[in-house]
């Protein structure tokens, strides 16, 4: 049964959360980290990002993990189920760091928000979300369902393993991966993007350096679905995210 707020008759600290989030919760953290990304959508490039990293909670409700903020409003008695609503952010890309994409148009930064679910298992945990483009990029919406689950909980390293899809609604895909008739090239005709879905696999973890210290580090390859791997700006239907960070536990 799901519960208003603070309605708990379970304490946060008797569950164990080190599966629910993209990095395994180390208390609240901060420090700074590089990530390792596409260049373009489907690009063969890689670009590089210096990002914040930044792990924090408050009274168990709200919460910012990575590139997502949230809070969470019901509970069940347990707490091992959880809605709430999560902003994401999205990146996009300057056409000129590719070839098949310059003298498009640049794609841009976006933020997604949305409903968020979560449910905790003896097995890992399942997270649901509904994202919509809040940030007027695309204008579209997509829905992410992703299963974490722990694959090391020592006192020196916590590494969790993940698995999930994501469905991407046609403008949603047709801004990163259409080409619009003003766009076209030679070598490049134009293409409308229709909905569709791509899968997700892959690692991260944490490992305790010091008395405050962590290292964070995590991969993740994608797999484009097909309306986005046969636009003719992707290279690649296989897409690699990569980073590595150091944080310190206040």
Same mark, same amino acid.
């Given at each position: 049964?799901?519960?208003?707020?603070? +309605?708990?008759?379970?304490?946060? +600290?008797?569950?164990? =959360?080190?599966? %629910?989030?993209?990095?395994?919760?180390?208390?609240?953290?901060?420090?700074?980290?590089?990530?390792?990304?596409?260049?373009?959508? $489907?690009?063969? %490039?890689?670009?590089?990002?210096?990002?914040?990293?930044?792990?924090?909670?408050? #009274?168990?409700?709200?919460?910012?993990?990575?590139?997502?903020?949230?809070? *969470?409003?019901?509970?069940?008695?347990?707490?091992? !189920? =959880?809605?709430?609503? #999560? #902003?994401?952010?999205?990146?996009?890309?300057?056409?000129?760091?590719?070839?098949?994409?310059?003298?498009?148009?640049?794609?841009?930064?976006?933020?997604?928000? $949305?409903?968020?679910?979560? *449910?905790?298992?003896?097995?890992?945990?399942?997270?649901?979300?509904? $994202?919509?483009?809040? $940030?007027? #990029?695309?204008?579209?919406?997509?829905?992410?369902?992703?299963?974490?689950?722990?694959?090391?909980?020592?006192?020196?390293?916590?590494?969790?393993? !993940?698995?999930?899809?994501? *469905?991407?609604?046609?403008?949603?895909?047709?801004?990163?991966?259409?080409? +619009?008739?003003? %766009?076209?090239?030679?070598?490049?005709?134009?293409? =409308?993007?229709?909905?569709?879905?791509?899968?997700?696999?892959?690692?991260?973890?944490?490992?305790?350096?010091?008395?405050?210290?962590?290292?964070?580090?995590?991969?993740?390859?994608?797999?484009?679905?097909?309306?986005?791997?046969?636009?003719?700006?992707?290279?690649?239907?296989?897409?690699?995210?990569?980073? !590595?960070?150091?944080? *310190?536990?206040?």
């Amino acid at each position: 049964m799901l519960s208003l707020l603070g +309605a708990s008759s379970v304490s946060a +600290a008797a569950i164990d =959360r080190q599966t %629910e989030t993209a990095i395994p919760r180390t208390g609240n953290l901060y420090g700074v980290g590089i990530g390792v990304l596409p260049a373009t959508s $489907g690009s063969n %490039e890689l670009r590089t990002m210096v990002l914040p990293v930044i792990q924090a909670s408050y #009274a168990d409700r709200f919460y910012i993990n990575a590139l997502r903020a949230g809070v *969470w409003l019901l509970d069940s008695d347990d707490r091992r !189920l =959880r809605f709430g609503l #999560a #902003a994401d952010a999205r990146f996009g890309w300057d056409a000129d760091d590719s070839t098949r994409t310059k003298g498009m148009h640049d794609r841009d930064f976006s933020i997604d928000v $949305g409903p968020a679910l979560r *449910w905790q298992t003896d097995y890992g945990t399942l997270n649901a979300q509904w $994202g919509f483009d809040t $940030g007027g #990029a695309s204008k579209g919406h997509s829905v992410q369902v992703q299963f974490v689950r722990a694959l090391i909980r020592g006192p020196a390293l916590r590494l969790n393993g !993940l698995v999930g899809l994501t *469905w991407n609604d046609s403008r949603m895909n047709d801004y990163y991966f259409g080409v +619009a008739p003003t %766009e076209v090239a030679p070598g490049r005709p134009s293409y =409308r993007a229709g909905a569709g879905t791509q899968w997700q696999a892959g690692i991260n973890g944490a490992w305790p350096t010091g008395q405050r210290g962590s290292v964070l580090f995590g991969l993740m390859a994608t797999r484009l679905g097909n309306a986005q791997a046969e636009s003719p700006i992707v290279e690649t239907r296989i897409q690699p995210l990569a980073y !590595l960070g150091y944080g *310190w536990t206040f």
